[in-house]
């Protein structure tokens, strides 16, 4: 298996424009997260998900954030509109039973 | 609600030693624990789990960790240290009594490891 799957790796854009991340989970794999990575703050989970339905999004900073998964296979987080503070590593993970497994992340820059 | 806590920022231990980064825990009923390594610019990469069991659990890397139930720890431990050790290493735990759909871990906010040729 090719493992957790995050696109792009990289992202810069200036503030006030719409973010999209993108997931693909390891195959077979029911739970979905999305963290979100700062020297400041450290790992925050932002939300996750169990069988494409969201269980938890206590974790989303604001409204500007959206998350989604409409099939097994693919998730989104979108942050609309985007600001300077949101600039950080967003990693996605999934899982099957205990353990997860995280994306390589992608590295978000708001100017 | 559980918690975890890393006391340590920053271990530095010199190659071929023995090194130790700590953790202990806060569950209201059993735990799942687990350690996981960051590598620069790398996510997250899970090296062992304590489920049930043995209390000396074995990972990947030479790694290992010591479950102790009395001093809520998980402290992860390696014989002899490589330069190649270095990085960022989490502890996580989750409640294994935790209700159906509540799956997520808590992160410790991690402690780097130098090893010092």
């Known amino acids: 298996d090719a493992g957790v799957i995050q696109s792009p790796r990289h992202e810069v854009t200036e503030m006030g424009q719409e973010v999209t991340l993108r997931c693909k989970p390891i195959s077979g794999h029911d739970y979905l997260f999305w963290y979100r990575q700062t020297m400041m703050r450290g790992l925050e989970l932002l939300i996750y998900f169990n069988n494409n339905v969201p269980i938890d999004d206590s974790g989303m900073p604001e409204d500007r954030f959206s998350a989604k998964m409409p099939n097994a296979s693919f998730s989104t987080l979108k942050i609309q509109p985007s600001e300077p503070r949101d600039s950080a590593v967003y990693f996605c993970?999934?899982?099957?039973?205990?353990?997860?497994?995280f994306g390589p992340g992608t590295r978000l820059t708001v100017t | 609600a559980q918690s975890v806590a890393q006391p340590e920022d920053q271990v530095n231990v010199a190659e071929g030693n023995p090194l130790t980064v700590k953790c202990t825990y806060s569950v209201s009923g059993n735990p799942y624990l687990f350690w996981y390594v960051q590598y620069p610019n790398r996510g997250l990469q899970f090296l062992l789990k304590y489920i049930t069991g043995d209390n000396l659990v074995k990972g990947s890397y030479g790694f290992e960790a010591e479950f102790n139930k009395s001093q809520t720890s998980f402290h992860l431990k390696k014989p002899s240290a490589l330069v190649s050790d270095s990085a960022l290493y989490f502890c996580?735990?989750?409640?294994?009594?935790?209700?159906?759909?509540?799956?997520?871990?808590?992160f410790g906010k991690g402690t780097k490891l130098s090893v010092i040729p």
């Open positions: 993970a999934s899982s099957l039973e205990g353990e997860q497994y």
């Open positions: 996580a735990v989750r409640d294994r009594n935790s209700g159906a759909g509540s799956y997520q871990l808590t």
